[in-house]
């Protein structure tokens, strides 16, 4: 049997490139979502092709039948799905159906996401030594845990975005998701640790983090060699990689804001959410907080 072509081997239609950078520039999506949204579009024109179909309801149910698909899988699909017709109706002026309205998506079950916990990091800033970059990486590993930014918005950062009282970075002006500027104050961690980078940095002006080493002095950091980075730490450090990827860093941070009792709608502001639905994941942390103090009740 072969095996299905996956993200990564898949041929993409170069018809899809004027979507993908609409996502890219107008939408801000994270790269990794550009490759999903992309992989889904292409599988189901390829599958349209393929069956002689015109993209409507009955299609997309039959397709999903075929499929079989989870229902979180499913949400994922039809999100780019929606995207993709919705570009082409709204941006391109097409007389196109988006076969997704009247389909009705599954209920899938919030998962609690894995994050690394205050001990995970200091483990990481523990294996350091020898590392090239150790000032860059111990000082932007409790920023970025420090803000709960997205590893995008963190290194997409210029020194002009600090927010200076007395000569000290106490806030952040943010570029997130659709080119939104959100105002971030900076946590006690955060603060500190941004003051050891800019103590250690040479220049003062242009990209906020950049390497340090002479070949690739003064280049703003990348986010994939920050991703391999970080999962070569996490396994020198004994920690389960999945846990300690960049974007779980915001994760931890959202969890400690829950866990101190802070709002969700705090949490949205901070966190760059445009719905309160997604920051409801943290709810969970709260509950059993609140759980633990009703278990105190006993019974007569």
Known sequence: MKNKPGIQNQIFSPELTPFVRYLESERGHTPQGIRRYRYD???????????????????LRTFLG??????????????????????????CGEVVEDPTKGVGRPRAGRRIPKRPSREDLQKLLSVLKGEPE???????????????????????LRLEHLILEQRRPVALRVIGKGD???????????????????????????????????KYQGRPVGISWLQKKLASLALRAGLEVSRC???????????????????????????????????????????QRLRQAVAQLKTI
């Open 180 to 214: 939104k500027e959100r105002l971030v104050p900076l946590s006690p961690l955060a603060q500190q640790a941004l003051e050891a980078w800019l103590t250690a940095r040479s220049s003062r002006r242009g990209p906020l983090w950049v390497y340090q080493q002479k």
């Open 245 to 287: 990827s960049p974007h779980k860093f915001r994760h931890a941070y959202a969890t400690e804001l829950a866990d101190g009792g802070v709002g969700l709608d705090a949490i949205k502001e901070l966190l760059g959410h445009s719905y309160i639905s997604t920051t409801q994941i943290y709810l969970h942390t709260g509950y």
């Open 134 to 156: 150790v000032r860059l990486l111990s000082t932007f590993l409790p920023f970025l845990y420090g803000t709960g930014l997205r590893v995008s918005e963190a290194l997409g």
């Open 66 to 91: 075929e499929r079989s698909l989870s229902p979180r899988r499913t949400q994922g699909f039809m999100a780019a799905l929606r995207a993709y017709y919705r570009w082409r109706q709204e941006v």
């Open 41 to 59: 579009v292409q599988l189901w024109l390829s599958w349209l092709a393929a069956q002689g179909q015109e993209a409507n309801q009955e299609a």
